[in-house]
């Protein structure tokens, strides 16, 4: 029997999971926080401002309210963007009960502290909250629209992660278990910083060399932050690393990519962000990948450059020369 899940963020990947999900047999709720848009979803039955072109079928409904989406199943799927990920968690703690099973698709560490999102379901709703991530190469307009994708779901509790696959998995989307919940959350998150600077390196002109050498090495960086953090080495070689790292770096449906050519290419930020039109979660996470660095005494020569270019004025030009002009050393992998 395929269980109902309720799906808390309307963007375009909260959207194409709740699509994937509907389309599985799974009965499936789909809740944003914007009341206007609940609306037009429910009225034209597609979301047009996100993820235009997909019809829901009849499996997919749309909340009228937080309440109805929080009691309408214990699976609860949260997909809003990580700033947005403890405050959700606040609005469902009163519905929260000792059947509710967390499942998270958001990239990104909170940003209040720089926690990764399973310590704030531990912090907000409680340990033992059975919780798993979602995570792996996968644009939301290719997941509905079928195309064959690979995700990997990560939790301590390989039963659930295990039953999760079930539901999701089909032909055309194939997920992936793991036990390494920190890893996984660790590459899903600092490869938006990454992205962006692969995209200001295409920005600035600079060719596929440079942008080989930006992922070589940035995937050294999440490496470096994630075996500090208590991750397994395989899992940034696998899916949730290395792949979601090249798709992002590599592709302009990339929110983050894009952002990082127009950074290059010396255009306005603020109109920039508005063209996009959607969460660009890179700009958040290297702030708080940056400050997890220096806490903890990590070297990430990239991820600190990218920081310096949103938010301390450096030139995109000179971030790279920094990057070159660092003193010669032998390659470590993960070191």
């Not at 953090?229 to 770096?249: R, S, V």
């Amino acid at each position: 029997m395929k269980p109902n899940i309720s799906v808390f963020g309307a963007g375009s990947w909260g959207t194409a999971l709740a699509l994937l999900a509907a389309r599985n047999g799974c009965q499936t709720l789909i809740w944003g926080h914007n009341p206007e848009h609940l609306q037009l979803l429910a009225e034209t039955r597609e979301n047009h401002r996100y993820l235009p072109g997909f019809t829901f079928p009849d499996t997919l409904q749309v909340a009228a309210n937080l309440q109805h989406a929080a009691t309408f199943s214990p699976l609860l799927l949260i997909t809003v963007p990580s700033h947005a990920f403890q405050e959700t968690l606040l609005k469902l703690k009163p519905y929260v009960h000792k059947n509710t099973r967390i499942v998270w698709a958001t990239k990104g560490f909170n940003p209040e502290d720089g926690a990764l999102l399973d310590q704030v379901v531990s912090q907000v709703l409680s340990p033992d909250v059975p919780m798993a991530i979602l995570s792996g190469p996968s644009f939301a307009v290719e997941v509905a629209s079928n195309l064959p994708t690979a995700i990997t779901i990560a939790s301590t509790n390989i039963a659930f992660a295990e039953q999760l696959a079930g539901y999701f998995h089909n032909p055309r989307f194939r997920a992936y278990t793991s036990a390494d919940i920190i890893g996984v959350q660790v590459g899903g998150a600092v490869k938006n910083v990454l992205a962006i600077a692969a995209g200001i390196a295409d920005g600035l002109g600079f060719g596929a060399n440079t942008r080989a050498a930006l992922i070589t090495r940035g995937l050294n960086e999440i490496m470096r932050l994630g075996l500090k953090l208590g991750g397994k080495q395989e899992t940034f070689m696998g899916l949730a690393g290395l792949g979601d790292l090249i798709l992002t770096c590599t592709d302009n449906q990339s929110r983050n990519r894009r952002y990082g050519i127009a950074l290059g290419q010396g255009k306005d930020r603020a109109s920039t962000v508005q063209e996009i039109g959607q969460e660009i979660e890179g700009i958040f996470a290297a702030k708080e990948t940056y400050l997890l660095a220096q806490k903890l005494g990590i070297d990430m020569p990239i991820t600190e450059q990218t920081y310096k270019v949103l938010y301390e004025n450096t030139s995109p030009l000179e971030a790279v020369q920094n990057l070159l002009n660092r003193d010669q050393k032998p390659e470590a992998v993960g070191l």
